[in-house]
């Protein structure tokens, strides 16, 4: 997964070009024979085994979290489109259509075998090969985008330091945390990631959609008119701690959604958007045209 990050932008691709439509067969191929084995319709009706229930708000803060992580990301693969409709058309139909078939698969796998973990049912018919080619294909087309943006970001702060070299370090990292059963904590992981991600995916938005949309040409970035920090954009995240539960690390004082991920989301764009209008009602009465 590191070498994939490492070498870059064409070794993702030619990855995902397989591994995409493989993971999708073997999916397919699997609820084809297990209901070819089982002969019965009951499943769908079932009711789930187990006592363990999640509140929507809960459920909804775990789904975004999932992908929060993959959606910050996304600029940093989806710069190398030829145009800004290619990035939106891929963003937007490979989440739409490509991960919302894999999730309906997976879901019919569970209901079909009351089994939670595809890996295991895979188990369960002798498909063992099989089982081991898509859990290492799942992981890797998600680590590797994960990496090359860890690599880009750092590259940002690190700048005497090259790219693939951060890269490699990051995922060496990412291979001591694993080793130390990190899975185990996985639903409190997602709960903190939504937490600390979607205010970052909002503090986007509203930069591009209603402060300063210049920031994200490339000819700003080229001229060096990036500064060191944003304060604005510092103070806007730190804000949204107010309505991060305090089990998850923040004050709780209030929610208005249920699901922390969303309430984030929501605090995160409308402080950034009070801020830096104020920010730049200032700067003008100075008469600077200050970044900020």
């Known amino acids: 997964m590191t070498t994939t990050a490492t070498?870059?932008?064409?070794?993702i691709e030619r990855l995902s070009i397989v591994a995409v439509p493989l993971r999708l067969f073997l999916m397919g191929g699997l609820i084809g024979k297990i209901m070819g084995s089982e002969g019965k319709s009951e499943w769908l009706f079932a009711?789930?085994?187990g006592d363990i229930t999640l509140t929507m708000g809960s459920a909804i803060s775990m789904v975004m979290a999932s992908w929060m992580m993959i959606v910050v990301a996304c600029p940093?693969?989806?710069?190398?489109?030829?145009?800004?409709?290619?990035?939106?058309?891929a963003g937007f139909f490979g989440f739409l259509l490509g991960n919302s078939v894999m999730i309906c698969l997976a879901i019919l796998l569970v209901r079909m075998t009351g089994i939670e973990d595809v890996i295991l049912i895979m188990l369960s018919v002798g498909w063992g090969v099989f089982a081991l080619l898509i859990l290492v294909l799942a992981q890797w087309t998600i680590n590797d985008n994960l990496l090359y943006s860890a690599g880009l970001g750092l590259s940002s702060l690190i700048r005497?330091?090259?790219?693939?070299?951060?890269?490699?370090?990051?995922?060496?990292?990412?291979?001591?945390?694993a080793f130390f059963q990190i899975h185990e904590y996985f639903n409190v992981f997602l709960t903190v990631i939504g937490a600390l991600l979607s205010p970052v995916a909002a503090i986007y938005l509203v930069e591009f959609l209603f402060l300063n949309r210049t920031r994200f040409l490339f000819s700003f970035i080229q001229d060096k008119k990036i500064p060191s920090f944003y304060w604005t954009a510092m103070i806007s995240w730190v804000l949204v701690f107010i309505t991060t539960p305090t089990n998850d690390g923040g004050l709780g004082w209030f929610s208005i959604t249920g699901a922390s991920s969303l309430d984030g989301f929501l605090f995160a764009g409308l402080f950034h958007l009070l801020i830096g209008k104020i920010t730049q009602k200032m700067?003008?009465?100075?008469?600077?045209v200050a970044d900020v």
């Open 283 to 288: 700067n003008v009465h100075k008469g600077e």
């Open 47 to 49: 009711l789930p085994k």
């Open 7 to 11: 070498v870059g932008y064409v070794a």
């Open 160 to 177: 005497h330091t090259p790219k693939y070299m951060l890269t490699m370090i990051s995922g060496l990292i990412g291979s001591a945390i």
């Open 76 to 89: 940093d693969l989806a710069r190398w489109a030829k145009s800004k409709k290619d990035a939106f058309y």
